[in-house]
């Protein structure tokens, strides 16, 4: 789809005339540093070039409708600025209505509603922050309309997590809605979750591609299993912080964890938090080597982090791991791992240039007898983070 048709779509749902205007928000996509942004360690994301389309327009009363052209049988849903509560009825449109409780929660109200159609080619459930990429578009367009201009995109990213974690739920760290709102072209985003610094890393892989491959599982107890890592992680910090003196995990390198682990007097919570210093030690060191050229050791860094989230974190699920295995079996792969929260969803992998076909004609057949399931695949560029249009 186009944006022109989804524009029409808009005309045919809502009427036209008026000031109708246009916006694209990412998917984003984590080459290494997975459930460490909510431990106060680095990530190393980067913004892609599928995303989310959105039209939009002000309304002159209190009426907000929302429209998707991927999920046309639940039609248009209407909600209302006097009763901006999380029902079940709503869908998918709890995602942006959060993020419109999220700006009245701080002091930014609206004092009309708006209408608002979208499309994405995010595919669902996959792992590439598709409920990132449309809290952040909202965050765009409620700024762009309604004139929140002070508000910097750092600042509608953190509206975004804080809509997700206290509207719909998820107890989410910061780095999908950063990467989607702060997304450079050709560029990953070095971001220590701690204290929100970052800067812009260089991806340059004249020889090689990045490859997304989904698996097209997504097991459903990821909400619920992702709050738990994070309580585990959690409690494991508190018994750390009986004998060292941190406030996050992500304060910690391995030698320091390995000092001072007897605190922790479970053997879940050891592992959890073991995964949760070594990854952002490993993300650490990844960016470095990309600096140096190294592709060779980020690959073997990535390898890495999928052990650490299949054996030590426990996000990983049977369907993904056959995913990576085959993947470290095909000549030319540099690396290959999980991405995203877990349970499902896709892996990332960066495979040279002449072993992308063989990469897909290798994978395809095998993962489809192992596991009954087609995995699609694609072949991503680095693009900018959300705006308008």
């Known amino acids: 789809m186009e944006l022109k048709e989804l524009k029409l779509i808009f005309e045919e749902k809502y009427g036209q005339g008026g000031d109708i205007r246009s916006y694209f928000s990412p998917g984003r996509v984590n080459l290494i540093g997975e459930h460490t942004d909510y431990n106060g360690g680095h990530v190393f994301p980067c913004a892609l070039t599928i995303g989310t389309f959105g039209i939009a327009r002000k309304r002159d009363d209190r009426k907000i409708r929302f429209y998707s052209a991927n999920i046309e049988k639940v039609g248009v849903i209407e909600c209302s600025l006097d009763d901006m509560t999380n029902k079940q009825s709503y869908h998918w449109a709890n995602y942006p209505l959060g993020v419109v409780w999220a700006f009245e929660q701080k002091g930014m109200k609206l004092d009309t509603g708006f209408d608002m159609a979208i499309w994405g080619n995010i595919p669902n459930g996959s792992g590439l922050s598709s409920s990132a990429s449309l809290e952040v578009l909202t965050g765009v367009i409620l700024r762009d309309m309604y004139g929140f201009d002070d508000k910097t995109m750092v600042d509608l990213a953190l509206l975004g997590q804080f809509s997700e974690n206290n509207f719909n739920g998820c107890n989410c760290g910061i780095m999908d809605q950063f990467a989607v709102a ?149 000549p030319g792969v540099i690396g290959s791992r999980i991405t995203g929260g877990g349970f499902g969803g896709c892996t990332v992998s960066i495979v040279e240039n002449y072993a992308v076909d063989n990469f897909k004609a290798t994978i395809g057949p095998a993962y489809k007898e192992k596991t009954g399931y087609d995995a699609e695949f694609y072949v991503v560029d680095i693009g900018d983070g959300a705006r308008r249009l």
Not at 224 to 236: G, L, M, P, T
Not at 285 to 300: C, M, Q, S, W, Y
Request: glycine share 2%.
């Open 182 to 330: 702060m997304g450079q072209k050709d560029c990953a985003i070095f971001l220590d979750t701690a204290d929100l610094s970052y800067e812009y890393a260089k991806i340059s892989l004249p020889n090689a591609k990045i490859v997304i491959t989904n698996s097209k599982v997504k097991h459903s107890l990821v909400d619920s299993a992702y709050n738990d890592r994070r309580n585990e992680c959690a409690k494991a910090l508190e018994e750390l912080q009986t004998v060292v003196d941190i406030k996050e995990l992500g304060e910690l390198d391995n030698e320091a964890f390995e000092a001072n682990k007897a605190a922790i007097k479970d053997e879940i919570r050891l592992k959890r938090a073991k995964h949760a210093v070594a990854e952002n030690q490993r993300t650490i060191e990844a960016v470095d080597a990309l600096k140096n050229n190294n592709i060779t050791r980020f690959g073997e860094l990535m390898n890495a982090s999928h052990v650490s989230l299949r054996d030590d974190y426990e996000v990983s699920c049977e369907e993904v791991d056959v995913l990576v295995d085959l993947a470290w079996s095909i």
